[in-house]
């Protein structure tokens, strides 16, 4: 760090600090009453700080004074990421599942219906992973599958009475069957243009939802959707296992988690085949790709179709939990909170999206009364990644060789 | 027939609004190639700033011609300086990136700036000063507004300025040139970094100017207005082929005009998916749009 560049960095942050309180003003301080600084300074002050602080320690770092804390941590990270890296991903993945099943036991009503809004979400992660992370499509339509598939079983389960575990699969196929339509259309499409006519395909659906009042009851939604059940009890209920050891709502809880699993393994063992393989191949250069011999219009319909699949069978889940539907659920902010998890977490990795997940789910809920900043700080935290950390948190490890075909 | 002529009015009232927004998006579009989702919210902001302004200069009692211009004239300069803080913050030192990371940003920034305005400004609906811009020519049954002839006519000066500062002044030439090549342009002497910042200035002041339109028109902002219009624009920009000027324009009328007809004749409930149709249709089926070169294969 020399002095000019020191210079140069306390510069740009005094116009930018500047620029920022130009900005904030007419927001707060301009009234029909009049003209006022104080609310507006009163903001401002605490941005200023906070920013200054942090450039201050930025400079400290780039001029080496933390390197007596720096050094030693960076050796414990190191020799405990040598040690956990001993263990094998199995065993870390039982352990996690373990743990996640013992939860229900200890924890109370609230943190479970958190639990659950967590493993919903990691499957429609993990299902927009396949799509982003592995085919590297950009698609800000996932949503909309999510929204079949919960649409899907509402509507089967009021007109027709059939159960959740019928409509399960059901629900993963009409997503699956919509992504095929959405993705024949759109599958020559690359990057950015992929991205908006998802998007406005997503869009459709949920307008379309919206307006077809005989089927699903437009904006009001579907109400008096079944839980899941078995044959003669309903899972919400808990019967009378209860009173042995299980507590009430834990048996819903235990569907999802069964799900979840189901995904892990799914995309698991679908990264690691040969379709996974051609995936990332496209991902990283589709033309190079084609060119191997990887039908990557194929391919890439084929990875749309699966992310959709596992969309559609959380959207199930939702839709039986919750036990009502409305198109207000399905809106594209959901879309781009599922997209920035997969981001954040690091793309095409499973722990990397599960970690996301919870950081985007659960983290909101410990922070609850800044419930009004949530998504403030979220749309900050994602332009700030993708400044300092693109690959994510825990971005997945690039295979190098492997498999024999 | 009256009927006809009157959506035709709405039509091009509406086009007038897409047209200033796609604007923003193709000039963008041409010179980084990112599809910049924060404009949505620079139409937003200036639909919010505007009202702000016009309500404080109404209340110092000043007249109607000033209230316009001076709050149309501090949106838009409002909305140009924001729109190169966020330039400079989130897509600059993106700029060698990939495509993904800086759409991903631009998707932070818009959904940053959205919660913004509403955090500063509140979850509901801001009320436009209406006696501004009351009465209108009535001919038969067909009603022109003072509003509408307002927002038509500071549309054409808007898109008659910017035609004369892209294709006559240097600043123009600068842009047209670091659109074309940014290496070769800055071999030459142009600072592209600085002409980047002036493409998003001039995007978001037009799209602060379309902000304030709307909200004469429809009288009241919203925190999330910018969403749907900014898509809607933005197919607007892709059916002109997107990079070019001229072809926004054009885009944006015949988008607001499908909208109005499409409302009208068939579906009112629907009329919103019209714009996605569209935009999917010329994706697909003519890529580069109506006057669009021909768009190179990274692309489509």
Known sequence: MTIPEFKKHWTSLGIGMVWLFILLWPLLGIKPEGLEVASTFNVWWRIALGCSFLLFLYQLNKAG??????????AVAGSMKSATSMVPM????????????LIPQFAGRYAQDVAINCMIYVCLGLGLNIVVGLAGMLDLGYIAFYGIGAY?????????????????????GMAGLGAWLIGYCSMRMRGDYLAIVT?????????????????TNGPNGVTGIKAPGLYWFDFTNGMTLEHIWLKKLSLIYYVILILVVFTIIAVYRLQHSRIGRAWEAIREDETAAEVMGVPTFYM????????????????????ARMRFVSPESFTFLESAMVLSMVVLGGMGSIPGVILGALALIALPEIFREFELYRMLVFGGV?????????QGMLPSKRTMRSGKD | MEYFLQQLINGITLGSVYALIALGYTMVYGIIQLINFAHGEFFAAGGYVGVIFMSYLLSQGAPAWVCLSGSLILAMAYCAMLAVAVEKVAYKPLRNSSRLSVLLSALGMSIFLQNGLMLTQGVYDKAYPTELTQGGFEMGNVMLSYM?????????????????????????????????????????????????SITFAIGAALAAAAGIMVGLYYGSVRYDMGFVPGIKAFAAAVLGGIGNITGAMIGGFIIGMVEIFAAGYISGEYKDVFAFVILIAVLYFRPSGIMGENVDDTRV
């Open chain 1, 152 to 172: 899907t079983y509402a509507l089967l389960s009021v007109q027709f009475q059939l159960s959740f575990w019928i409509c399960l699969p059901i629900s993963a």
């Open chain 1, 90 to 101: 199995a065993v870390w993945f039982v352990i996690g599942i373990a743990c996640t099943a």
């Open chain 1, 65 to 74: 004074a933390f390197k007596f804390i720096s050094r030693p941590a960076g």
């Open chain 1, 199 to 215: 998007l406005g395909f997503a869009e459709i659906c949920r307008m379309v939802l919206n307006n077809w009042m005989s089927l």
């Open chain 2, 148 to 196: 509408q002839l307002f927002i038509v006519s500071l549309t054409a000066f808007l898109l008659v300025a910017l035609n004369v500062l892209v294709f006559k002044t240097r600043i123009g030439k600068a842009m047209r040139s670091t659109a074309q090549d940014k290496v070769m342009s800055a071999l030459v002497g142009i600072n592209a970094n600085r002409t980047i």
């Open chain 1, 382 to 390: 994602m332009t700030l990644m993708m400044l300092f950390r693109p």
């Open chain 1, 300 to 319: 890439k319909l084929l990875a749309y179709c699966s992310g959709a699949c596992f969309g559609g069978m959380a959207g199930a889940f939702y839709a």
